[in-house]
C-alpha cells in the first residue's frame, strides 16, 4: 500500500479524503528500511472503528474466520550468513482486536533480510510473537519452501462465476446493500459463486485494491444480478481488505438471510503481500486453504 494520493473519484465528482491514520501510519509516507528485525515498526489498526460502522460495536461477532496473508517477499540470512528465503504465511483471527497495517508489516520483514538466524524455525517463532503482539492475539505463522509452492501452481475459483451476466451497472461510490436480493419463499439452496471484477480503495492512500470474491451459502437463492451490481458498488469505496469482507458478510446476512454463508476475498498483492480474509457463520465451512490464483 505505498503511495501518497489521498483522492479518489466520488461519481462524477472528485472528493479529498484524508483517513485518520493518514498522520500516524508508514502509509503513504517515505520510510527506511529496516537494517535489522524491529517489531516497533509493527502498525496495529483498531478493528472495532469499521465494526461499529455495520452495527458490530461490543456485540459478539456474528461470524468466524481469519485474514491469511502471504508474503513473497522474506529473507533471512542462515547461521553462515548465506541468504534464505521462503514464502510467509499468517493467519490472524478475526477475534484479535487489532489488524496489522501491511506497509508496517513490509517495514518489519524487510528487517530480516539482513538478520542471522539459527534456523526456520527460530524465524517463525520470532515473527509469530512480534506480530502476535502487534494484533492482539496468537498469530499462525507458516514458512513455505518456494519449490513446494511452485509444484502447488495456480488454482482456478470455486463456484459459479457471476462476470458473464450482461447486465448494467452505474453505482460505483459507496456499496449499496438494497441491490442484494433473495427470494424468499423458494426452497433452500447451497450454492458457491464467485467473481474476479471486485474492487475497493485503500482508505489512506486511495490506491486501488483488486480481488477475486467467493460466496458460498446456503438459504433461499440469491439473485445473482443484484449480488454482482452489489459488490461492483465498492468500486471507489475506501477501506482495508478486512472490513470490506466483514461489511460484505453483514449485508448479505441482514439482506438475504441465508442459513449459512462463507465469504473469501482474495486480494492480489502489493508490496510483495496479498491479503485474503475469509468469514463465515460458525461451523458453516471449513477454513479455506492457501489457492493462488494467476493474478496472485
Same mark, same amino acid.
Given at each position: 500500500?505505498?503511495? #501518497? ?10 472528493? *479529498? ?57 522474506? #529473507? ?21 482486536? *487489532? ?10 520483514? @524487510? ?24 494484533? @492482539? ?28 451476466? =450482461? ?26 459463486? $464467485?467473481? =474476479? ?37 465498492? =468500486? ?7 472490513? $470490506? ?10 439482506? $438475504? ?11 492480489? =498483492? ?5 491479503? *485474503? ?20
Amino acid at each position: 500500500m505505498d503511495g #501518497s494520493c489521498t483522492q479518489w473519484e466520488r461519481g462524477s465528482k472528485l472528493k *479529498n479524503t484524508m483517513h485518520p491514520l493518514a498522520n500516524t501510519s508508514p502509509l503513504g509516507l517515505k520510510t527506511d528500511y529496516p537494517t535489522t528485525v524491529d517489531p516497533a515498526v509493527l502498525f496495529a489498526v483498531p478493528r472495532a472503528e469499521a465494526r461499529k460502522a455495520i452495527g458490530l460495536d461490543g456485540a459478539a461477532l456474528p461470524f468466524t474466520g481469519a485474514d491469511l496473508w502471504n508474503a513473497w517477499e522474506f #529473507s533471512w540470512l542462515d547461521a553462515r550468513g548465506l541468504p534464505r528465503v521462503a514464502v510467509l504465511r499468517l493467519a490472524v483471527p478475526c477475534t484479535s482486536p *487489532n489488524l496489522v497495517e501491511s506497509k508496517s508489516l513490509k517495514l518489519y520483514l @524487510g528487517g530480516y533480510a539482513m538478520t542471522p538466524f539459527t534456523g526456520p524455525e527460530a524465524v517463525r517463532a520470532r515473527v509469530e510473537r512480534d506480530v502476535s503482539a502487534c494484533v @492482539g492475539a496468537k498469530v499462525a505463522v507458516t514458512l513455505l519452501d518456494p519449490h513446494d509452492v511452485e509444484r502447488a501452481g495456480v488454482a482456478s475459483l470455486a463456484g459459479e462465476s457471476l462476470d458473464d451476466q =450482461r447486465i448494467e451497472a452505474s453505482d460505483y461510490a459507496d456499496p449499496r446493500p438494497e441491490l442484494l436480493q433473495a427470494q424468499v419463499g423458494m426452497p433452500a439452496i447451497e450454492e458457491t459463486l $464467485c467473481t =474476479r471484477l471486485f474492487r475497493s480503495l485503500c482508505p489512506v492512500t486511495g490506491q486501488p485494491d483488486w480481488a477475486s470474491v467467493v460466496l458460498h451459502y446456503r438459504g433461499a437463492p440469491i439473485e445473482h444480478a443484484g449480488l454482482l451490481r452489489y459488490l461492483v458498488s465498492y =468500486r471507489q469505496h475506501p477501506d482495508f481488505h478486512e472490513a $470490506c469482507v466483514e461489511r460484505i458478510f453483514a449485508d448479505v446476512m441482514a439482506r $438475504c438471510v441465508p442459513q449459512g454463508l462463507s465469504l473469501y476475498a482474495r486480494f492480489l =498483492r502489493r508490496g510483495g503481500i496479498d491479503i *485474503n480474509p475469509w468469514r463465515a457463520t460458525p461451523r458453516f465451512a471449513p477454513t479455506p486453504g492457501n489457492p493462488r490464483e494467476a493474478r496472485q
